[in-house]
C-alpha cells in the first residue's frame, strides 16, 4: 500500500515538474460550438530543426466525450524557421464543454538538446439536438404482418432436389451398367510354333526350285539363295555362324561335328565349290548341274535332320 501511494506522488510530481519546465505553445480551433458528431479540428506547430524527432504524449487520457480520431503532420516554413504542424481530428459524442489538448506535450529530441513543450488546450460546446416532443406522434403497435406465399422462395429448393435426383438416377444406372458391362477378355497369347531347321531348309529349297531362276539364266541369283538357305540351316541346326564365315570355314567346323557324316561334308564341298565357281569365277554351269546341286542340298537337309521322318519334296 505504502508503495502504490509514493508511486502515485510520484507521478503527480512529475506531471507538475512537466508543467513547469515546458514552453507553452497555443493551439487553434476552427470554431467554439460543434453538433453531436461533428469532426473537431485542433491545430497547433512546434519548432524544427533537421534531423530532430518530434513525440507526442498525454500526462492523462482525455475524458469519455471526446475521442481522438487521427492525426495529421505537415512541414510549414514562415520566414526563416520551420515549423510542424499538427492537425488532430477529434469528435465527441455527449453534449456539454469539452477540453481539447488538454494535458498534451510534444517532445523534441535532437543531437544538441531536448525540449519540452505544453500545448494550451481550447474549450469547445458540444450541442445536443433539439428534439420537439410536443409535435412527436404516438401510434399504435401493429400485429405481425404474414408475408404471402411467393413460388421463387421455393424455387432454389426445386432446384436443389432436382439435381439431387437428377445425380442418384445417374449413378444408379451407371452402378448398373458398370455390373452388366462386358468384360474383357485377354487374347490369349499363342504358343510360339517353333518350325524344326530342317523343315523350314526344305521349305525354302523347294520355293526356290519353283522360281526357275536357273531356266531364266540367273545363275548367280540361284546359287546365291541356294548357299543363304544352306548357311541358315547351319546355323539353327549346328549353331555354326555360316553367314561371317567362307566355304573354308564352314566345312572345317562341319567336320568338327558328330552328327554331319564323311559323305555328307563331301555333298557340302561340292554345293559350295560350284557355288563360289559361279559368283566368284562366273561359271555357267548347265541345267544339269544346277539339279544335281539342289537335290545334294535336299539330300544334306535330309541325311542331317533329327527327326526320324523326313519331309519329302519333290525332285526337279
Known sequence: MKKLKITFFAIIALCCSLQTI?????????KKQYDIGDAIYFKFRVPFEKGENQDLFYTRENSDTLELQATKTDT???GDKTFLEYTQKYMSFVPGVVSVGDSLFVRRQSTKQDSLYKINPCQIEVLQYNIDTTKAEIKDIKGIKQEPFSFREVLPIIYVVLIVVALATGLYFFVKYWKRRPKETKPQEQPKVIIPAHIKA???LEDLRLKRLSEQGLKKQYY???CEIIWTYFEERFCINATELTSEEILIKAK???EIASQDINMIEEIFTTADLVKFAKALPDEMTDKKVWNLAKDFVNDTTVRDENPKTQEQ
Open 224 to 226: 546365291s539363295e541356294l
Open 202 to 204: 526344305l521349305q525354302s
Open 76 to 78: 510549414i516554413l514562415s
Open 22 to 30: 515546458a514552453q507553452n505553445i497555443n493551439a487553434t480551433i476552427d
Open 256 to 258: 568338327g561335328k558328330s
